[in-house]
């Protein structure tokens, strides 16, 4: 679960500092990504970790629910059911961008 939270902290910050150098832009949105990685103070290593972060987000997600399952979590119905709609609206966040 913290380990979940780092990942959810990283995402955002450097989903900030990506998005106040991006042009959202049809004309001129993969110039502004160049512009992240070529131009930008460490932009590319901004954008690397922002982009193998979520990636690492959902291996910490999945690994956390495949200990839930182990240790019988599923039995606080509760609890499960929350999770699982928080596990529905990561992925649909993920999906959208």
């Known amino acids: 679960g913290s380990l979940v939270g780092l990942c959810l902290i990283s ?28 131009d930008v103070n460490f932009g590319w290593l901004i954008r690397n970790l922002h982009a ?21 979590s599923y039995l606080y119905k509760e609890t499960w059911n929350i999770g699982v709609v928080l596990l529905l609206l990561v992925m649909m966040t993920a999906f959208v961008g």
């Open 11 to 38: 995402q955002i910050l450097t989903g900030l500092f990506l998005a106040m150098h991006y042009t959202p832009d049809v004309e001129s949105a993969f110039a502004s990504v160049a512009h992240i990685c070529r």
């Open 52 to 72: 193998n972060g979520a990636s690492f987000f959902f291996i910490c997600i999945y690994s956390h629910i495949g200990r839930g399952l182990y240790y019988g």
